[in-house]
């Protein structure tokens, strides 16, 4: 049996366990970082550059970048 809504039912799973909006959050910045990564290589910026126009330390960039570290939420982003 061919179910359509298979993604709303993986939706509904993630909300029964109470993990439904950590994991939107998660895949939010995950893509940002990837984008902004993309970005920086199509321009030619380092990261220390984008340190550089951020006012934070080369090290702050990577924490930004690194989609598994979470002390940076969206809200800092």
């Keep these: 049996m ?3 809504h298979l993604g709303s ?3 509904d799973f993630l909300a029964e366990e109470g ?3 950590e994991c939107r959050a998660s895949a939010i910045k ?3 970082a990837r984008e ?3 970005a920086m290589e199509e321009r030619n910026i380092t990261k ?3 340190a ?4 934070t330390s080369r090290s702050g960039v990577d924490r930004l970048l690194d989609p598994e570290n979470t ?5 800092t982003m």
């Design 36 to 38: 902004l990564e993309r």
């Design 19 to 21: 993990i439904l909006e």
């Design 30 to 32: 995950f893509k940002i």
């Design 71 to 75: 002390s940076i939420t969206l809200n």
């Design 52 to 55: 550089k126009r951020l006012k």
């Design 2 to 4: 061919k179910r359509a």
């Design 9 to 11: 039912q993986f939706e």
């Design 48 to 50: 220390a550059e984008v």
